[in-house]
T-cell receptor
Framework: GQQLNQSPQSMFIQEGEDVSMNCTSS?????WLWYKQDPGEGPVLLIA?????ELTSNGRLTAQFGITRKDSFLNISASIPSDVGIYFC???????????FGAGTTVTVRA | AAGVIQSPRHLIKEKRETATLKCYPI?????VYWYQQGPGQDPQFLIS???????DKGSIPDRFSAQQFSDYHSELNMSSLELGDSALYFC??????????FGDGTRLSIL
Protein backbone atom coordinates (compact mmCIF):
# COMPACT_ATOMS: atom_id res chain seq x y z
CA GLY A 1 0.00 0.00 0.00
CA GLN A 2 0.93 3.64 -0.31
CA GLN A 3 3.18 4.93 2.45
CA LEU A 4 3.67 8.54 1.33
CA ASN A 5 1.25 11.41 1.85
CA GLN A 6 1.79 14.12 -0.75
CA SER A 7 0.13 17.51 -0.58
CA PRO A 8 -1.43 19.48 -2.00
CA GLN A 9 -3.23 17.21 -4.43
CA SER A 10 -3.53 20.03 -6.95
CA MET A 11 -2.80 23.71 -7.27
CA PHE A 12 -3.55 26.58 -9.60
CA ILE A 13 -0.87 29.23 -9.60
CA GLN A 14 -0.16 32.50 -11.32
CA GLU A 15 2.85 32.65 -13.60
CA GLY A 16 5.78 34.03 -11.63
CA GLU A 17 4.57 32.71 -8.28
CA ASP A 18 6.49 30.31 -6.09
CA VAL A 19 5.17 26.78 -5.56
CA SER A 20 5.65 24.48 -2.62
CA MET A 21 4.66 20.86 -2.12
CA ASN A 22 5.63 18.23 0.38
CA CYS A 23 5.59 14.58 1.24
CA THR A 24 5.42 12.88 4.60
CA SER A 25 5.72 9.27 5.55
CA SER A 26 5.37 7.05 8.57
CA UNK A 27 8.44 5.15 7.38
CA UNK A 28 12.08 6.16 7.13
CA UNK A 29 13.53 6.42 3.65
CA UNK A 30 17.16 6.35 2.56
CA UNK A 31 16.60 8.53 -0.46
CA TRP A 32 13.98 11.04 -1.56
CA LEU A 33 13.43 11.84 -5.20
CA TRP A 34 11.18 14.24 -7.02
CA TYR A 35 9.86 13.48 -10.50
CA LYS A 36 7.71 15.39 -12.98
CA GLN A 37 5.39 13.57 -15.33
CA ASP A 38 3.77 15.03 -18.42
CA PRO A 39 0.74 13.34 -20.01
CA GLY A 40 1.64 10.17 -21.90
CA GLU A 41 5.25 10.25 -20.78
CA GLY A 42 7.36 8.67 -18.11
CA PRO A 43 8.39 10.41 -14.88
CA VAL A 44 11.44 12.62 -15.34
CA LEU A 45 13.87 12.94 -12.47
CA LEU A 46 14.12 16.49 -11.08
CA ILE A 47 16.10 16.18 -7.87
CA ALA A 48 17.58 13.33 -5.83
CA UNK A 49 18.36 13.62 -2.12
CA UNK A 50 20.57 11.20 -0.22
CA UNK A 51 21.20 12.58 3.27
CA UNK A 52 18.93 13.72 6.06
CA UNK A 53 18.91 17.51 6.15
CA GLU A 54 20.28 17.81 2.62
CA LEU A 55 19.10 20.85 0.67
CA THR A 56 19.62 20.65 -3.09
CA SER A 57 18.81 23.02 -5.93
CA ASN A 58 18.38 22.44 -9.64
CA GLY A 59 17.73 25.73 -11.39
CA ARG A 60 14.44 27.10 -10.07
CA LEU A 61 13.82 23.92 -8.08
CA THR A 62 14.86 23.40 -4.48
CA ALA A 63 14.23 20.27 -2.43
CA GLN A 64 15.10 19.16 1.06
CA PHE A 65 15.45 15.77 2.72
CA GLY A 66 13.81 16.07 6.15
CA ILE A 67 15.99 15.61 9.20
CA THR A 68 13.77 12.77 10.45
CA ARG A 69 14.10 11.02 7.04
CA LYS A 70 10.31 10.87 6.93
CA ASP A 71 9.57 13.95 4.84
CA SER A 72 10.68 16.10 1.95
CA PHE A 73 9.56 19.28 0.25
CA LEU A 74 9.95 20.70 -3.24
CA ASN A 75 9.87 24.40 -4.06
CA ILE A 76 9.56 25.86 -7.54
CA SER A 77 10.39 29.53 -7.78
CA ALA A 78 9.06 31.99 -10.36
CA SER A 79 6.80 29.46 -12.07
CA ILE A 80 6.47 29.46 -15.85
CA PRO A 81 3.88 27.79 -18.13
CA SER A 82 6.07 24.75 -18.79
CA ASP A 83 5.98 23.92 -15.07
CA VAL A 84 2.52 22.46 -15.69
CA GLY A 85 2.42 18.77 -14.93
CA ILE A 86 2.19 16.22 -12.18
CA TYR A 87 4.93 16.17 -9.58
CA PHE A 88 5.62 12.99 -7.66
CA CYS A 89 7.73 12.46 -4.60
CA UNK A 90 9.29 9.03 -4.21
CA UNK A 91 11.09 7.39 -1.34
CA UNK A 92 13.79 4.78 -1.66
CA UNK A 93 13.74 2.13 1.04
CA UNK A 94 16.36 1.37 3.63
CA UNK A 95 16.80 -2.27 2.63
CA UNK A 96 15.75 -2.23 -0.99
CA UNK A 97 15.95 -0.08 -4.08
CA UNK A 98 12.29 0.04 -5.06
CA UNK A 99 10.49 3.37 -4.95
CA UNK A 100 7.28 4.20 -3.14
CA PHE A 101 5.48 7.12 -4.73
CA GLY A 102 3.23 9.81 -3.39
CA ALA A 103 -0.14 10.37 -5.06
CA GLY A 104 1.17 13.35 -7.01
CA THR A 105 0.58 17.10 -7.09
CA THR A 106 -1.03 18.46 -10.24
CA VAL A 107 0.23 21.94 -11.05
CA THR A 108 -1.63 24.22 -13.42
CA VAL A 109 -0.20 27.63 -14.23
CA ARG A 110 -2.41 30.54 -15.17
CA ALA A 111 -0.65 32.75 -17.69
CA ALA B 1 22.21 10.87 -23.60
CA ALA B 2 20.63 7.46 -24.10
CA GLY B 3 17.44 6.87 -22.17
CA VAL B 4 15.39 3.85 -21.18
CA ILE B 5 13.66 2.43 -24.24
CA GLN B 6 10.35 0.62 -23.97
CA SER B 7 8.41 -1.20 -26.63
CA PRO B 8 5.77 -1.21 -27.78
CA ARG B 9 4.48 2.25 -26.82
CA HIS B 10 0.89 1.15 -27.21
CA LEU B 11 -0.65 -2.31 -27.07
CA ILE B 12 -4.24 -3.40 -27.39
CA LYS B 13 -5.24 -6.87 -26.27
CA GLU B 14 -8.40 -8.75 -25.46
CA LYS B 15 -9.27 -10.47 -22.22
CA ARG B 16 -7.46 -13.75 -21.60
CA GLU B 17 -4.76 -12.94 -24.15
CA THR B 18 -1.05 -12.64 -23.37
CA ALA B 19 1.27 -9.67 -23.75
CA THR B 20 5.03 -9.13 -23.64
CA LEU B 21 6.51 -5.74 -22.84
CA LYS B 22 10.16 -5.00 -23.47
CA CYS B 23 12.60 -2.68 -21.76
CA TYR B 24 16.10 -1.65 -22.79
CA PRO B 25 17.88 0.06 -19.87
CA ILE B 26 20.36 2.88 -20.08
CA UNK B 27 23.77 1.43 -21.07
CA UNK B 28 25.82 0.23 -18.09
CA UNK B 29 22.84 0.34 -15.74
CA UNK B 30 22.70 -2.90 -13.79
CA UNK B 31 19.21 -2.72 -12.26
CA VAL B 32 15.83 -2.73 -13.97
CA TYR B 33 12.48 -2.00 -12.33
CA TRP B 34 8.90 -2.43 -13.55
CA TYR B 35 6.03 -0.22 -12.37
CA GLN B 36 2.32 -0.16 -13.15
CA GLN B 37 0.43 3.14 -13.23
CA GLY B 38 -3.35 3.09 -13.35
CA PRO B 39 -5.34 6.11 -14.59
CA GLY B 40 -4.88 9.06 -12.25
CA GLN B 41 -2.72 7.03 -9.89
CA ASP B 42 0.91 6.93 -8.87
CA PRO B 43 3.28 4.24 -10.15
CA GLN B 44 3.19 0.99 -8.20
CA PHE B 45 6.30 -1.18 -8.02
CA LEU B 46 5.98 -4.63 -9.58
CA ILE B 47 9.40 -6.28 -9.71
CA SER B 48 13.10 -5.54 -10.12
CA UNK B 49 16.25 -7.26 -11.35
CA UNK B 50 19.87 -6.68 -10.42
CA UNK B 51 22.53 -8.25 -12.62
CA UNK B 52 19.90 -10.53 -14.20
CA UNK B 53 18.64 -11.87 -10.87
CA UNK B 54 15.31 -10.94 -9.35
CA UNK B 55 16.09 -8.52 -6.54
CA ASP B 56 12.71 -7.44 -5.21
CA LYS B 57 9.06 -8.18 -5.75
CA GLY B 58 6.10 -5.93 -5.18
CA SER B 59 2.43 -6.19 -6.02
CA ILE B 60 2.89 -8.25 -9.15
CA PRO B 61 0.07 -10.70 -9.95
CA ASP B 62 0.95 -14.38 -10.32
CA ARG B 63 -0.21 -14.08 -13.93
CA PHE B 64 2.76 -11.83 -14.63
CA SER B 65 6.38 -12.85 -14.86
CA ALA B 66 9.54 -11.04 -15.83
CA GLN B 67 13.17 -11.67 -16.52
CA GLN B 68 16.36 -9.85 -17.36
CA PHE B 69 18.52 -11.19 -20.15
CA SER B 70 22.29 -11.35 -20.61
CA ASP B 71 22.26 -8.06 -22.54
CA TYR B 72 20.41 -6.50 -19.56
CA HIS B 73 17.18 -5.90 -21.39
CA SER B 74 14.08 -7.05 -19.55
CA GLU B 75 10.71 -8.42 -20.55
CA LEU B 76 7.44 -8.39 -18.62
CA ASN B 77 5.19 -11.26 -19.61
CA MET B 78 1.50 -10.97 -18.83
CA SER B 79 -0.97 -13.81 -19.27
CA SER B 80 -4.73 -14.26 -18.88
CA LEU B 81 -5.14 -10.52 -19.25
CA GLU B 82 -8.00 -8.87 -17.39
CA LEU B 83 -9.74 -5.54 -17.91
CA GLY B 84 -8.07 -4.27 -14.73
CA ASP B 85 -4.64 -4.77 -16.28
CA SER B 86 -5.24 -1.74 -18.48
CA ALA B 87 -2.59 0.74 -17.37
CA LEU B 88 0.69 2.39 -18.20
CA TYR B 89 3.64 0.10 -17.57
CA PHE B 90 6.94 1.79 -16.91
CA CYS B 91 10.40 0.41 -16.86
CA UNK B 92 13.15 2.23 -15.00
CA UNK B 93 16.85 1.55 -14.73
CA UNK B 94 19.63 2.57 -12.39
CA UNK B 95 23.25 1.92 -11.60
CA UNK B 96 23.14 0.44 -8.13
CA UNK B 97 21.57 2.92 -5.72
CA UNK B 98 21.77 5.80 -8.17
CA UNK B 99 18.42 7.44 -9.03
CA UNK B 100 16.06 5.52 -11.27
CA UNK B 101 15.42 6.85 -14.75
CA PHE B 102 12.13 5.98 -16.38
CA GLY B 103 11.16 5.12 -19.93
CA ASP B 104 8.10 6.60 -21.60
CA GLY B 105 6.06 3.52 -20.83
CA THR B 106 3.81 1.09 -22.63
CA ARG B 107 0.11 1.91 -22.62
CA LEU B 108 -1.74 -1.40 -22.41
CA SER B 109 -5.43 -1.42 -23.18
CA ILE B 110 -7.53 -4.51 -22.60
CA LEU B 111 -10.78 -4.75 -24.53
Amino acid sequence: GQQLNQSPQSMFIQEGEDVSMNCTSSSIFNTWLWYKQDPGEGPVLLIALYKAGELTSNGRLTAQFGITRKDSFLNISASIPSDVGIYFCAGGGVNDYKLSFGAGTTVTVRA
Amino acid sequence: AAGVIQSPRHLIKEKRETATLKCYPIPRHDTVYWYQQGPGQDPQFLISFYEKMQSDKGSIPDRFSAQQFSDYHSELNMSSLELGDSALYFCASSLGRQPQHFGDGTRLSIL
